[in-house]
């Protein structure tokens, strides 16, 4: 249940990070609404994995997939450079985050 909620944990932070750029561009409540929204239930999602994972590796991978998430949701919804170097990076914090799953 934990690793359950520490993906979602990620999923979320991912949507904070994408609605801070959506409120830079838009400058409305909703953006502002979502940009919280995202935060607070990753936060708390978080807490919760830690009661259960290592606090390294619950942390590690929780910026592994908002930082992997942010870069592809820029990619996707902000016309963000998909130059194949920076995908093989992206490739590279999700598999070290993988792998800190298969040690844990």
Same mark, same amino acid.
């Given at each position: 249940?934990?690793?359950?909620?520490?993906?979602?944990? @990620?999923?979320?932070?991912? $949507? @904070?990070?994408?609605?801070?750029? &959506?409120?830079? &561009?838009?400058?409305?409540?909703?953006?502002?609404?979502?940009?919280?929204?995202?935060?607070?239930?990753?936060?708390?999602?978080?807490?919760?994995?830690? &009661?259960?994972?290592?606090?390294?590796?619950?942390?590690?991978?929780?910026?592994?997939?908002?930082?992997?998430? @942010?870069?592809?949701? @820029?990619?996707?919804?902000?016309?963000?450079? &998909?130059?194949? #170097? #920076?995908?093989?990076?992206?490739?590279?914090? $999700?598999? +070290? +985050?993988?792998?800190?799953?298969?040690?844990?």
């Amino acid at each position: 249940m934990a690793w359950i909620s520490l993906i979602f944990a @990620g999923v979320f932070e991912m $949507l @904070g990070v994408t609605m801070i750029n &959506k409120l830079h &561009k838009d400058r409305n409540w909703q953006s502002l609404v979502l940009l919280i929204t995202g935060f607070g239930i990753s936060f708390v999602l978080l807490a919760f994995a830690m &009661k259960t994972l290592p606090m390294g590796t619950a942390y590690a991978i929780w910026t592994g997939i908002g930082t992997a998430g @942010g870069a592809i949701s @820029g990619m996707l919804l902000y016309g963000e450079s &998909k130059d194949w #170097r #920076r995908i093989v990076f992206i490739a590279m914090v $999700l598999g +070290a +985050a993988l792998g800190l799953k298969l040690i844990s």
